[in-house]
Every structure is written in structure tokens, then in C-alpha cells.
């Protein structure tokens, strides 16, 4: 019985650490199933798309706790293939959002749709297969980096492993390695750094080739010639593909379709950025700190709202 219940005991601890960095590993859901919070609905029918769909958050508000609400009554849609950013101070519910559409919980009111379709009529598996999150801190699995790449796609043959570090740009690392696609990574293995984390988890995101992505960017500073690199990489990742990048800095949403602004829970600004730049608020402000090198981030930006 002990025995029994240490290791369920572990699988959920790292189960809801799992669900607070968004990493993807669908395969550990599976094990612990009774984990989890959201359960498929009776009928729930698997999400069926024929490219990249239109996502649209209505009228959504949502508390981890019921007594304390962290998201309300947020609104806007990402046209099919298009990219939505998410700004705002640390705490105001990003990565919130990022986690309500990969449904580790479910809303309290309103609704997300995907194509029209409640993601609560539809099977966990099936959302899940057409969601790729490149998380903000990448866990790797104590395995060959060639196993931690094709994660994205069991089964996925060398050559398509190899195609996938090459456009994540890790494949010239890997094979600098003595023991190249074959070295042990993870915690008893070879510690990658940020950088190489995430692009470990770009590429198996493009193996897993989904409609659509969730990026959810680093907090943690990566010196600025890899910062670029990485962007760089994301943003060929999500060419005609449906996204939301939760952004922690600036450059990264310039390109965005909409750029929205939260504070505390609420939407307080939105537009592209430079209609944002025009309406001279939050994010014309937080811009400007950081075109003059302040230490922007987000968490700079706790400008009272007007509410
Ligand atoms: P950051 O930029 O620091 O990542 P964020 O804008 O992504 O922050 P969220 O992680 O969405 O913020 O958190 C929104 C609010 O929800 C915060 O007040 C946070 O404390 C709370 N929160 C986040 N995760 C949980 C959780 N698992 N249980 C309870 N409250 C939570």
C-alpha cells in the first residue's frame, strides 16, 4: 500500500508543478488521470480541424480559488493563423490564459471556443494533440536528447528528429557532442542551458507540427544574441499557425496582431502596437522604459488601473 501510494503521491506533485509551467507532457496524464481537475464531458466528441482554427475566449472569468477571481470577463478572439500577445505586470493572468485553453481548468463563466466549439464538448486528447506549448522552463525527461526531441511525435524517425533540430537550431549543439543525438540529458544527464531548454521544446513542437501553439516566453534574461535567435526561431515556428505568446518582453509582440494589456485580471488595453503606441497608456509607457533601457519586464508596470 506504501508503496502504492508514494509514487501516486509523487506523480502529483509533479503533475501540478507540470500544470503551473505548462509543460507538455501529455503522456504523464495518462498515468494520473485521477489528478485531474476537468474530466471529459458524457458525448464529448474529438475536436476535428482542417488547418489552423479561429480561438476566441468569451466572456471568460475564472479563479483557481471561486472566492478569489483572477480572470474577469475577458474577451478577444485570434483569427485562424494569426498571433495574439499577452502582456502585463507578473500576476495579472497571462499564463492563466495560456492554461484555461490547454484546459487544465475549466472557466467559470463564459466560454473558449475553437472553431466555434466549446473546448468542454470536446476530448481532452484531441485538444491537446492540436495545442503545442513551448513552455516557459522546458522539463526534460532523464533520456537521449534524440528521445526528448521526438517526444513531440512518438515514433518520429531519426531523420525527422534531426530536420527538427535543425529548424529549431540545436542540431549543430547536439552533434558538437561526444555522444551527439545518443547524450543523456535531464537531471542525471547533460544540463542544457535556457536557451538550448527551449529550443528543445521548439523542436519538438514543430515535430508535433500542431495548429495550434502556445508559447510562453522565458522570464528568466537569455543574453540578447540568444534572445533574438530564440525569437527568431518562434516566430518562423508560428508562421500560419494560431497563437498565443504570453510575452515577458517587448520585442517579442511588435509583429503581433493584437497586442492585449492586462492588469489585475482585466484586459486594459489592446490594439496592434502601434495603434497601442498612439493611445499613449500602459504600454506606450512600458515601450518607452524599455526603448530607454529600463528594466522594463512587465513587472515594472503596476500602474494603478482605472476601474
Ligand atoms: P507571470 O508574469 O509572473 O508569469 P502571470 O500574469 O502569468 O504572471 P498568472 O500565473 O496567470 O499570472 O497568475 C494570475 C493570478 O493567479 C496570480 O494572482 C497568481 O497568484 C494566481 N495563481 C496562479 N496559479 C495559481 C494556482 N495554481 N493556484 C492559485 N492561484 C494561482
Known amino acids: ?125 484531441s485538444l491537446r494533440q492540436a495545442i503545442g506549448i513551448v513552455p516557459q522552463d522546458t522539463v526534460l525527461f532523464n533520456d537521449t536528447i534524440a ?13 525527422e528528429v534531426e530536420a527538427a533540430a535543425r529548424a529549431a537550431h540545436i542540431h549543430d549543439f547536439i552533434v558538437s557532442l561526444p555522444r551527439g543525438y545518443e547524450t543523456i540529458v535531464g537531471e542525471r544527464g547533460l544540463k542544457l542551458s535556457g536557451g538550448e531548454k527551449q529550443r528543445v521544446a521548439i523542436a519538438r513542437t514543430l515535430l508535433k507540427n500542431p495548429p495550434i501553439l502556445i508559447f510562453d516566453e522565458a522570464t528568466s534574461a537569455l543574453d540578447s544574441a540568444n534572445e533574438r535567435a530564440i525569437q527568431a526561431e518562434l516566430a518562423a515556428t508560428a508562421r500560419g499557425k ?12 511588435v509583429d503581433a496582431h493584437e497586442i492585449l ?3 489585475r485580471g482585466r484586459i486594459v488595453e489592446r490594439g496592434d502596437h502601434a495603434s497601442l503606441l498612439r493611445q499613449g497608456g500602459h504600454y506606450a509607457h512600458m515601450w518607452a522604459l524599455q526603448q530607454s533601457g529600463g528594466a522594463v519586464k512587465n513587472e515594472s508596470n503596476e500602474a494603478p488601473i482605472d476601474t
Not at 526528448?148 to 524517425?157: E, T, V
Not at 494560431?242 to 509582440?253: C, D, G, N, P, Q
Open 1 to 125: 500500500m506504501i508503496q502504492l501510494y508514494i509514487p501516486l503521491n509523487f506523480l502529483g506533485v509533479i503533475y501540478r508543478e507540470i500544470k503551473q509551467s505548462l509543460t507538455d507532457l501529455d503522456r504523464l496524464f495518462a498515468l494520473i488521470d485521477r489528478e485531474r481537475e476537468v474530466a471529459d464531458a458524457p458525448g464529448a466528441v474529438p475536436l476535428v480541424l482542417s488547418g489552423p482554427p479561429t480561438v476566441r475566449f468569451e466572456h471568460v472569468r475564472f479563479g483557481y480559488d471561486p472566492e478569489r477571481v483572477v480572470l474577469f470577463d475577458v474577451d478577444f478572439e485570434i483569427p485562424a493563423g494569426r498571433t495574439v500577445a499577452v502582456v502585463g505586470p507578473s500576476g495579472s493572468g497571462k499564463s492563466t490564459l495560456a492554461r484555461l485553453l490547454y484546459r487544465f481548468y475549466d472557466v467559470q463563466g463564459g466560454a473558449i471556443r475553437i472553431d466555434g466549439c466549446d473546448i468542454r464538448q470536446v476530448t481532452q486528447a
Open 147 to 159: 528521445y526528448n526531441i521526438a517526444y513531440g511525435r512518438p515514433g518520429a524517425s531519426q531523420a
Open 242 to 253: 494560431t497563437t498565443l505568446v504570453i510575452a515577458h518582453r517587448l520585442s517579442t509582440v
Open 261 to 263: 494589456v492586462m492588469q
